[in-house]
Every structure is written in C-alpha cells, then in structure tokens.
C-alpha cells in the first residue's frame, strides 16, 4: 500500500492506495476516532458491487452503518438528492460526530462530500473511490458540490475528507469506456507536472490498460501526489491550481456544446489536451516531438484527439468556450506547456488561432 498525504495543516489527511482495501475501511476509520454511527452514500451501480464488504467491514470494526443509495448519473448531482440524502441521516438521527463514506465515483464523491459539508454545519467524510478518475482527481483536493439547471458545479463548498482510501481492485468492475476516460486525467498529471512519469507512462500503458494492480499502485499514487501537492499550495484555487485545468477550457466546451453524455470527461479532455498541446507549439514553442507524444498516448490509450465540427458545432463551441471562467477580455486564457512536465496558466490565446488548430 502507498500513503501519500495532502498538507493542509489541521485539516490535512492521508491518501491510501492500494488493492484490497475496502475490507480495511472499518480499521482505517476506527484509526480515525470518528463516532460510531455513519451512512455510506453510494450509487445503484456501485452499491450492487461494493455496499456489502463496505458495511461488512464498518461492522467488524464496531460501526453502525447505514446504507443510503442514489440513482448512477450525474442527473444525482442535484439539490433534491442532497435533500434526500439530509433526510435520511435525520430519520437515523446521525449527529455532529457520525460521518459519512462517499463510496462511488465522482458524482457520489461530489454530492456525498456536499452532503457531509452542510449536514448539522458538517459532519467528517471519508472519501472511497471507485472510478479511476475519482482516485486520481475529485476525492482528492475538497471541491464538492453539486448542478443546477444552469450549469455544473454551481452550489458547493470547499470541504476536505478525512481520509481518502483507493482501493484498486474495484477498479476492474468498471465499464472499459469510463476506464479509458480516467486515463486522460492521468497523462494530464505527467504533462502539467512530470516527464517521469509521462515516460513510465509510456512504457507500462499497456498494463495500465489491464489495471494490474501494481502498475496503478504506483501510477494512482503519483497523480494523487502530485495534485495533493498542487491542493496544499493553492487549496481554493486563487493561483497554481488552474494547472490542473490542463486540456480543460476546450475540453468542457466539448462537454457543453455536444450535450452531456455525449463525450465522457476525459474524453472531451483528451481532445482538449492535445489541442492545447498545439497552440502550446504556436505560443510557448512546445517542442513538436513533444506534441507528438502527447497525443500519440492518448492515441494508444483509446481515447479520441480530434472532433468532427461543422460550422454550427464550432459555433456552439465557441458560444460555451466564452461562457467559461476562464474569459478576460474577449481573449481566453488557457494552461499552455513549455515542455511535457512544465506548465504555464493564463496564457491568452487569440479566438482566430483556436479556431485554425480545430482544423
Ligand atoms: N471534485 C472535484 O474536484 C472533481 C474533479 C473532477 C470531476 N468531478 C466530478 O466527477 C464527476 C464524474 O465522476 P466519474 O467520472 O467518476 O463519474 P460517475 O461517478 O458517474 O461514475 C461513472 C459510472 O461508473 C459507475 N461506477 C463507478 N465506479 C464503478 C465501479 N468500480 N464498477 C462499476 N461501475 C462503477 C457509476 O455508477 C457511473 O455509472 C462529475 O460530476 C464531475 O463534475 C469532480
Ligand atoms: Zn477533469
């Protein structure tokens, strides 16, 4: 098992990864000295997998746990689920000291966190992760939060865990298609931050693909350092973190403009990443061999780096680019690298040159 630890003084926390943990969770959460009661939130589909050995081992360890269950999709990202989720802890008269285990994917995460951060003013969490993406990027840095009509992540809370335990094992129930999606935020981690590991990348991919087990011990572990580092310089985002938007501002305009559900995350990301791998060539002279290795990756990995755009998609494209936080004066400002493993944030790039690498 790798431990890694997010630095963030009284609040900070560890980060487990390794396989076979979930039946370690009561242990891990008696270490904690949290109460005796908690509620696991889960989705229907991970709940089916992995809400048994989760409550099995809060047993064994003295726990009283209650199982609450939410619909799988993002659509459980909602107000009214968070609602849901409220009353119950109510009807099971958890208190200040009962926590919560987010067992799920990022949706789970984001809500169950939500939920955790605003219950009697917050109650503890502890975050098990079971999506790649979840592992590597959104139980780790305490964004959580939820939709409304209007847009993604409009009501949240900056809310930290007080554990974050990534069992690999559950890993391979997973659809290979959301796998795959995960692995776009992992290279992302090896170009904003680390050639060695954009090169181990490189070398153990096709393990990767076959989640062995010891492959994503050390590869989860890293990207969970690196962000755990990057969160414990800038942990409400005011500086270095937009880093961690690398490939994003195309990437979430891709999400937008096509309709949720179209692309998966990481793969409007993987799109997003090797487009602004090329401005990166046009406006901070990122090697071209660079470029090619990026996106030459996310070729092997499965993951799609180009879009099909007729002009009434382009358009919508850049209606939704705009729309995004990051626009300043008409210009756009992107996270843009000088090489693979070094970053620049708040590059402006001009709408024309968008539009020419688009092609
Ligand atoms: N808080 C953050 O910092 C942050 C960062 C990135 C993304 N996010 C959020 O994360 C969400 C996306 O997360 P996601 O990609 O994990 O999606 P998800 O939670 O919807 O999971 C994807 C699908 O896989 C299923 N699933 C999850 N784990 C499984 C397993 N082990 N076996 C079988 N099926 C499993 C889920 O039921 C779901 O159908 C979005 O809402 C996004 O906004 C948050
Ligand atoms: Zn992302």
New binding site residues.
């Given amino acids: 098992m790798r431990n890694v630890q997010v630095p963030l003084g009284d609040r900070s926390y560890a980060i487990k990864v390794g396989g076979g943990l979930l039946s370690r969770l009561g242990l891990v959460c008696a270490r904690l000295r949290l109460g005796p009661r908690c509620a696991v939130i889960t989705d229907s589909n991970v709940g089916k997998h992995f809400a048994k050995a989760a409550l099995k081992s809060l047993a064994a360890s003295g726990f009283e746990a209650v199982l609450i269950t939410v619909p799988a999709g993002e659509k459980s990202k909602c107000l009214a689920v968070v609602e849901d989720c409220h009353d119950q802890l109510a009807a099971q008269r958890l208190e200040r000291k009962s926590f919560i285990v987010a067992l799920g994917g990022g949706v789970v995460g984001d809500l169950a966190g939500f939920v955790a951060a605003t219950y009697l003013r917050g109650i503890p969490f502890v975050q098990v992760p079971t999506t790649l993406?979840a592992q590597v990027?959104s139980s780790v840095g305490g964004k959580t939060g939820v939709n409304l009509k209007a847009g993604k992540n409009l009501v949240g809370a900056f809310y930290q865990p007080q554990l974050v335990l990534c069992d690999l094992d559950t890993l391979k129930t997973l659809p290979k298609r959301e796998y795959v999606s995960g692995l776009?935020?992992v290279v992302?981690y090896g170009v904003i931050c680390d050639p060695i590991l954009f090169a181990q990348l490189e070398r153990s991919l096709p393990k990767l693909l076959q989640r062995d087990v010891p492959t994503l011990r050390s590869v989860v572990a890293r990207c969970c350092e690196i962000k755990a580092d990057v969160v414990g310089q800038d942990e409400t985002e005011s500086g270095l973190r937009a880093i961690?938007?690398f490939?994003?501002t195309i990437?979430h305009a891709i999400e937008n403009s096509s309709g949720y559900g179209k692309f998966l995350?990481?793969e409007a990301?993987s799109i997003g990443q090797v487009a602004a791998a090329r401005l990166s060539q046009k406006i901070l002279g990122l090697p071209s061999g660079d470029a090619g290795r990026i996106e030459k990756l996310f070729v092997q990995a499965g993951l799609p780096v180009k879009i099909k755009l007729d002009a009434a998609r382009r358009k919508k494209l850049f209606a939704a680019m705009k729309l995004d936080k990051k626009v300043s004066g008409g210009e756009i400002k992107f996270v843009l690298a000088k090489k693979i493993g070094q970053v620049v944030w708040g590059q402006k790039v001009p709408s024309g040159m968008i539009d020419e690498i688009l092609g």
Wanted: proline letters at 0%; charged letters at 25%; hydrophobic letters at 30%.
């Fill in positions: 993406l990027d776009a935020e992302k961690l938007n490939g994003h990437g995350h990481g990301v």
